[in-house]
C-alpha cells in the first residue's frame, strides 16, 4: 500500500516538473523582456484614395545590450554588453489593416549583408523608406546594420511581409549607445489580426555564418507583433 502510494507520488512530481518547463519554455517564447510597446495612435491617413487608422512605433538599434536608454529604460533586461539589441522593447501591439508608421533610430556598427534582397526596402508603403530624411528604396549591403523584417506566424496573413534595412551608424566601427544615429522611418499597412514574428536578417552574431548568439537568443534581435 505504501509503496504504491510513494509511486503515484513520484509520478505527480514528475507531471508537475514537465508541466513546469512545459510553461518556462512556453513563457520564454512569448514573454516581452520589457513589456509590449502597444501602437500609438494618430488619427487617420489616406493611402492611395483610402482611409486607414494611423498609429506609430519607435524603437533604437544600440551596439551593446547592457546599460540604460537616455529615458532610463534598461537597452535589454537580459544585459549582455557584447551583444547588439533592438531597444527598449521587443514586442509591438497594433490595430489591424492600419498604417503603422515606424520610427528608428539606428547606432550600431555593421558590414556586408550575406544577401542584398534584404538591403531593399519590401512591403513598405510606395516600397519606400527614409533614411535621415532622404527617400530611398533601401541602403548600401555593404554598409549595412539591421533588419526589421516582418512574416506571420503559419495561418496567419500568409503574403505578409515586410523589410526595412538600416545604415551603419555615423560612427562606424567605432559605435557607441546613443550615438551617431541613423535615422529610419517607414510605412506599412498592418495585416489581419493574429501574431507575427519580426527579426534581423543581417548576420550581427557569431558562428552559424553570423546567425548564431546574438541571433539565436529571442528578444534582441527577434520578437513578435500582436496585431489586434
Ligand atoms: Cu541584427
New binding site residues.
Partial sequence: MKKVLWGGITVLIGAILIAAVGVGFHSQQYVAPAGTQVAKSDGTVTVNGKTYQHVTLDFV?EPSAAGNLPNGKPVHPGGNPSW?AYAPNNQFQVPANSVVTVHWVQYDSGGVVNNPFFAKAHGTIGGKITVNGKVVDGVDPGDM???FTVRSLPGVDSNFFVNVPAPVSKLGDNAENDKGGQVVDFSFISGTKGLYSWN?E?P?GMSVGGFGA??SSYGY?SGYIHVV
Avoid: D, L, Q, R
Wanted: aromatic share 10%; hydrophobic share 45%.
Fill in positions: 538599434t547588439p546594420a539591421h533588419s534581423c543581417f550581427c546574438v541571433m534581435m
